[in-house]
């Protein structure tokens, strides 16, 4: 204590002014004196916004897309194909919220370059309503996004959010050109992988290009039968389920990528299992409850897949590690 009562008499030192009575000088030695410019906290983000002109473009794009989103979301509802779609808006959202403490400490840079993303969106736009090409009226509602994100934060934020925005690119439909060019490939695989694999079972087939030929019946591998649904939902699914279980990004790389080839074996047994079922059992059966409940099945069996890929790449991870 008095060590500490001699250190303040040191640093403070009071000299009364014999000018004039009542008044005194105050000097502080330089040992007490402090910075009286003080460093202010950044603004918050939300705080420095400019939320009128926000909040009008807002208006302005929902107006431009209206037409677009309907009939989206109307594609969700009732395409089977593609009724994921509610699913991927949401899962990004999450996504943006879970980094909400990064972006927070991103500095706002708004870009003026984003107009020109905005002119280039709407110009998207314009050509897709014209040629009534749903995909790239859809594709400019991303852009449209991204060029705002730029335009009020700047570049940094776009980099930032730049996950969530290309996982939105899943809810968007397949242009029907390229999605025949990949369903139609798809029913010849797995009729061929069925073909294949029903003779080591006893069955004797008969293949002519996607229709299967047995005994008591021709089974055809339709479009819906082709895989492409549980392909885009297994995708999906693997992506989210890379982002919440795995940091490293080359096992969630190999898990999205590793959905693809899994969706079409599961796809090929549900076939071969079919085929099973008109042979041994009943082909009247075979084409309804057990048809529909086998898709079910078969999907979950892909995700049990997925699953066992995981641990497959945890563990080979884990020895090589422990080499090193």
Known sequence: MKIARECV?????????????GQCNVSVSPLAQTNSETVRPAPALAAGLPWWQLAVLAILSLWLYAPTLTHLVGQWWHDPNFSHGFFVPLFSIFIAWQERDR????????????????????????????????????????????????????????????????????????????????TFPLQLLASRIAAAMLPIFSVPILREGNVIILPSMALEV??????????????????????????????????????IPISVAANSVRIIGTGLLVQFWDPDKAQGFFHTFSG?????????????????????????????
């Open 9 to 21: 008499a040191q640093s403070v030192e009071f000299r009364l002014s014999s000018v004039s009575p």
């Open 103 to 182: 972006l927070r400490r991103i500095v706002v840079k708004p870009a003026w370059s984003g107009m020109l993303v905005l002119a280039f969106a709407l110009c998207v736009l314009i050509v897709g309503q014209l040629g009534a090409e749903l995909f790239l009226a859809r594709i400019s509602l991303l852009l449209l996004a991204s060029g705002l994100i730029v335009l009020f934060l700047g570049w940094d934020f776009l980099r930032a959010l730049s996950f969530p925005l290309a996982f939105l690119l899943l809810m968007i439909p397949i242009p029907t050109i390229i999605f025949n060019q990949i």
């Open 222 to 259: 339709a479009e819906a039968c082709s895989g492409i649904r549980s392909l885009m939902s297994l995708v999906t699914l693997a992506i989210i389920y890379g982002y919440l279980a795995e940091k490293r990004q080359a096992v969630r790389w190999l898990l999205a990528l590793g959905a």
């Open 296 to 324: 079910w099945l078969i999907f979950v069996v892909s995700l049990v897949m997925l699953y066992l890929l995981h641990g497959l790449t945890r563990i080979i991870w884990r020895e090589r590690g422990s080499e090193r």
